[in-house]
């Protein structure tokens, strides 16, 4: 699962290097702004990845394989709804998006023509989304890696090729996203079917029946009141990461193309973590649905080991490398005096946020929604945005202080409520 999240985060570093090098700042801060637009979309319904992998791991862990593969069927239908609906609203979307982010005029032109072309791949990108997640949760992680891994390549020849080759610029970043996002969709559903041929083939068999199963009352209650706590969790981690890109953006094209850099890093360093946490998401929910609480606690403790193991070294990659790497993003310098100015809170945000993506993976496993909810909207309202408004004359700086202290209390939230309540059961 490290192998598997890390190729999202070294594309998008892929991205931002590519353009990092093309002769103006604006480009990197227009594709930063553009890509938080869609990333926005796609962090926000991040819920039809979560719950899937939970679902589905207590079915496969109760091995009733009928129901497994009808979570992943009412996962598709309302992925590929949304996707739909955001392509109908995209215009309002993208304006009152470029309105609140701010920036220069050349920011804005990009990032209009980058978000124009990505919001078509939405569809598709949701897809995918409850795709990653239903093969998670039946533990086929390595089949998920491959799939991410290949869907990445081909994004990144197609970035290399329409932005270096072509001079497509912004739009061959967004093109090859595009691209890579149904390529992604299709593959994905060509492995489900190949690996449960007979399993599809019975439920499809009957479809009456498959109909009335899919939109069960009570299974789609139960599986919107779910979401709804875990897109309640995500607006709020939405809220904060477009915070910081937008009013990034309002201190200039030079603060917000840094930016960029740190935050590609910060994906980077997130994802692999997350990586763990997937893991534990599946564990959990198996051992979930075999009613087996020691397993449950053997793999969290297992799991909070190897996360703060994984951070650590993280952070002295940073420490170590940090000049090294921000140059090998960008060529303009003084997107890369800004960038190593901030680099400092690249190198101790590993071992401050760790926790907390461990704990939101124990969660989802869990299918406690409402614990994840909670902690959310403590570390948001009450951390992230007080200090950033306490420490605001300090510029950016104030903006990573406040990112920084808003992870550290997930982690501590979402840890106290597992070993006073969940640990002792």
């Not at 979570?71 to 995209?90: E, N, P, S, W």
């Not at 614990?371 to 009450?382: D, G, K, P, V």
Request: a positive charge; aromatic letters at 14%.
């Amino acid at each position: 699962m490290i192998l598997s999240n890390i190729t999202a985060p070294l594309l998008g570093l892929v991205d931002t290097a590519v353009i990092g090098h093309l002769s103006h700042a604006y480009y990197l801060g227009a594709t930063a702004v553009g890509a938080m637009m869609i990333t926005a979309i796609t962090w926000l319904c991040g819920f039809l990845r979560m719950s899937t992998t939970g679902l589905t791991a207590q079915a496969f862990g109760r091995k009733n394989s009928q129901q497994n593969l009808l979570i992943l069927l009412r996962g598709l239908l309302v992925a590929i709804a949304l996707g739909f609906v955001f392509i109908v609203f995209k215009d309002g979307y993208i304006n009152i998006s470029l309105k609140l982010s701010g920036g220069s005029e050349q920011v804005q032109f990009y990032a209009r023509q980058y978000s124009e072309i990505r919001l078509w791949g939405l569809p598709a990108a949701l897809a995918n989304l409850v795709i990653l997640g239903w093969l998670l949760g039946n533990h086929q992680a390595k089949t998920v890696m491959w799939l991410l891994i290949a869907t990445n390549l081909i994004n990144l020849g197609l970035d290399l090729l329409f932005v270096l080759e072509l001079n497509w610029q912004v739009s061959g970043v967004a093109y090859a996203s595009l691209t890579a996002e149904y390529s992604a969709f299709f593959a994905g559903l060509f492995v489900v079917i190949t690996k449960h041929k007979s399993s599809t083939s019975k439920l499809f068999n009957n479809a009456k029946h498959l109909f009335k199963d899919v939109f069960n009352r009570d299974e789609l209650g139960h599986y919107f009141a779910l979401n709804r706590d875990i897109l309640i969790r995500t607006i709020c981690l939405e809220i904060c990461f477009i915070f910081i890109t937008f009013q990034g953006a309002r201190l200039g094209d030079n603060i917000v193309a840094a930016n960029a850099i740190l935050l590609n890093f910060l994906l980077l360093i997130s994802f692999s973590l997350d990586g763990i946490a997937n893991a534990v998401e599946a564990l959990v929910g198996k051992a979930i649905g075999q009613n087996n609480s020691a397993a449950l606690h053997q793999n969290v403790m297992l799991a909070l080991f190897w996360t703060g193991v994984f951070a650590l070294l993280y952070s002295v990659v940073f420490w170590l490398f940090g000049e090294q790497l921000i140059l090998l993003m960008t060529s303009i310098k003084i997107v890369v005096i800004y960038a190593q100015q901030y680099i400092l809170w690249i190198v101790f945000l590993p071992i401050i946020a760790c926790w907390c993506y461990l704990f939101d993976g124990v969660y989802i496993g869990l299918m406690q929604a409402k614990i994840m909810r909670n902690s959310m909207l403590i570390s948001t309202f009450l951390v992230f945005f007080p200090t950033w408004f306490v420490l605001q004359s300090l510029g950016n700086h104030a903006l990573w202080a406040a990112f920084s202290l808003f992870m550290l209390s997930r982690g501590i939230t979402l840890g106290w409520h597992y070993f006073k309540y969940v640990a002792k059961n």
